[in-house]
């Protein structure tokens, strides 16, 4: 079995200061006091000190997003979540470890050449919603929390393809969508990660085996549509059946039948019927005909 990579997308949790608008305004502004103090001390010592405590200063003030939570550690000891919004630390005391998004993210996974239970090899793609409801378990209980849900979920689906049937596979997709989703959300658990939602996006098999399924449907079509006919001709042959009782008990009835036929025979234009002597005096349809062909060019029937 060939093995995939994580995919690389979110696989680096961000960490560390930020530089923003409050954090530049800081480092200028004392940068500029240290060189008013040049000006009137004449002291390049000051501009320096200046710069270097404006530089420690602009790392104080820290801002996160309306969705991030920051992780932060004082002397190595977990202190809090900071965010959103403006938030400061004491710099070389305090560190950002961590930048948690704690929106919905999606994540694509796949599992090639992976073995069924009948051992057919498949190529599964998915992809995975999932977000971060815990910021400190995330960022404190696994390294890498996005490469570690990946790989969770890439393994799951290995294992429900392994056993599970070519069959179940492509015809119960909910089912094993759903069982994925729980499989997932159980390992991730844990690391305080929320599994949304998981959809199976395509399932390749082999090429040999759909001409060999394509051949298997269009046998059971034939099979079908034989079986169907068969059942036709059974009800007919009923039909017919009944019928034959309804003209034996009514002779009447079988005449004017005769006479429909021969009449849809002959109604459209320049058809011929020919009609045996022996039906036509068996079923006195001579009469009849007669009669009819008298009346249409109006001479008396007698």
Request: aromatic residues 6%.
């Amino acid at each position: 079995m060939l093995m995939v990579p994580a995919p690389s997308t979110n696989a680096v949790v961000p960490s560390g200061t930020r530089v923003n608008f409050l954090s530049v305004l800081i480092t200028l502004g004392v940068t500029a006091v240290g060189a008013a103090g040049l000006l009137l001390a004449g002291s390049v010592a000051a501009v320096v000190g200046a710069a270097v405590l404006g530089l420690l200063a602009g790392t104080a003030p820290q801002v996160a997003s309306q969705w991030e939570r920051a992780v932060v550690l004082r002397m190595g000891r977990f202190t809090g979540l900071r965010g959103p919004g403006l938030f400061w630390r004491i710099p070389f005391v305090d560190s950002v470890v961590a930048w948690v998004d704690q929106r919905v993210i999606t994540s694509p996974f796949a599992a090639e050449e992976t073995l069924t239970s009948d051992t057919v090899p498949v190529n599964v793609d998915a992809v995975l919603f999932w977000m971060v409801h815990d910021a400190e378990r995330a960022a404190l209980e696994v390294q890498n929390y996005p490469q570690a849900v990946s790989w969770a979920a890439q393994t799951a689906l290995r294992d429900i393809i392994g056993r599970t049937s070519l069959a179940d596979l492509l015809h119960g997709r909910e089912r094993i969508e759903t069982e994925l989703q729980e499989l997932i959300d159980n390992r991730c658990m844990p690391w305080g990660v929320a599994v949304q939602a998981v959809e199976m996006r395509d399932i390749i098999i082999p090429a040999t085996l759909q001409d060999a399924m394509s051949r298997e449907a269009q046998a059971t079509r034939e099979k079908r549509a034989r079986i169907i006919l068969g059942e036709a001709e059974v009800e007919i042959a009923s039909l017919f059946d009944q019928a034959s009782h309804v003209y034996q008990k009514n002779p009447t009835a079988l005449q004017l039948r005769a006479m429909n036929i021969l009449f849809e025979g002959i109604k459209e234009k320049g058809a011929l019927m020919i009609v045996p002597s022996g039906a036509v005096q068996e079923m006195g349809l001579g009469g009849m005909l007669a009669a009819a062909a008298m009346q249409q060019q109006g001479k008396p029937a007698g």
